[in-house]
């Protein structure tokens, strides 16, 4: 009986130490661990290049969602305005689009988390946007596209946003304006043509000929659609009016008159020339 007891004390003391011995194994290798573990800081506030476009500069992409935004037939057509960040339940990357001032004509198809890091880190989460968003009656459904300005110097964005606007201001043009008028968008449309060499000297200078695709697409292709009836039949109104002044200031905007068709050019180009002729008889 006295032998059972000490083989069981003997049992007893073994599982008590095996148990120890379990325990500092144990924490040895939680403290092992635990020293393993990197200590990390706060998140980066910057997006790693990953996340961003490799490629800057005008982005394209279909509306989508303007079925669900009750707009008007009337709002059918061109449009300016500006594209947004925005998190919502559908779209946790979602881009609105907005006509100015304040009207959301679409969104930029789901999902998109390269546009939306890319406009938050290059440009606060907005930036300039144009394109066209119509409804098709035949169809009975809102289509449309929307082009947008993305990673560009500010410089180049004011430019290209002047390119839109004053092609906006072409598009609604009135018929009977002042002649006064009439100068003064001739004299706006020149300088605009004289900024959008900026854009070219700016892609000349930062991407190698043969590199546009991706960074720009067709970047010179900006071009000023004028109303090709313009400047001759206000050659033809300051010739009647006698207003030789005027007639031979359209000599300064002999881009436009390049584009015409060999007959208006060659009317307007005489038309010239005679108010010339008429200012030289009157000094001499």
């Keep these: 009986m006295v032998l059972l007891l000490v083989v069981i004390g003997f049992i007893g003391i073994g599982i008590f130490v095996f148990i120890q011995i379990i325990v500092k194994s144990v924490k040895k290798q939680d403290q092992s661990k635990s020293k393993s573990i990197p200590i990390k800081g706060p998140a980066s506030q910057h997006k790693s290049e990953t996340d961003l476009y490799k490629n800057k500069g005008i982005k394209t992409f279909q509306l989508k969602g303007i079925e669900y935004l009750n707009l008007s037939k009337s ?20 881009v609105a689009v907005y006509k100015n001032p304040k009207t959301h004509i679409g969104y930029v198809p789901i999902g998109n ?85 900026t854009i070219e000297h700016y892609f000349t200078n930062n991407h190698p000929a043969g590199d546009w695709g991706g960074v720009f697409t067709q970047p010179l292709n900006f071009k000023i659609v004028f109303p090709k009836t313009f400047i001759p039949s206000l050659s033809k109104e300051l010739e009647l009016s006698k207003d030789w002044q005027n007639l031979i200031k359209l000599e300064k905007y002999t881009f436009l008159v390049d584009e015409l068709n060999e007959k208006m050019k060659n009317s307007t ?10 200012i030289n008889a009157i000094k001499y």
């Design 269 to 278: 180009l005489k038309r010239i020339q005679l108010a010339k002729d008429r």
């Design 75 to 94: 709002m059918s057509g061109k449009f300016i305005g500006y594209a947004k960040t925005e998190d919502n339940i559908h779209d946790q990357y979602a």
């Design 113 to 197: 988390k390269t546009l939306q890091n890319s406009l938050k880190e290059w440009h606060n989460g907005k930036t300039f946007a144009w394109g066209t968003c119509d409804y098709w009656e035949y169809e009975k459904e809102w289509k449309g596209y929307v082009h947008m300005l993305v990673g560009l110097d500010a410089d180049v964005i004011n430019i290209v946003k002047e390119i839109v606007s004053t092609q906006e201001m072409l598009d609604n043009l009135e018929k009977d304006l002042p002649v006064n008028k009439k100068m003064e968008m001739l004299e706006t449309v020149y300088l605009v043509k004289e900024r959008m060499k």
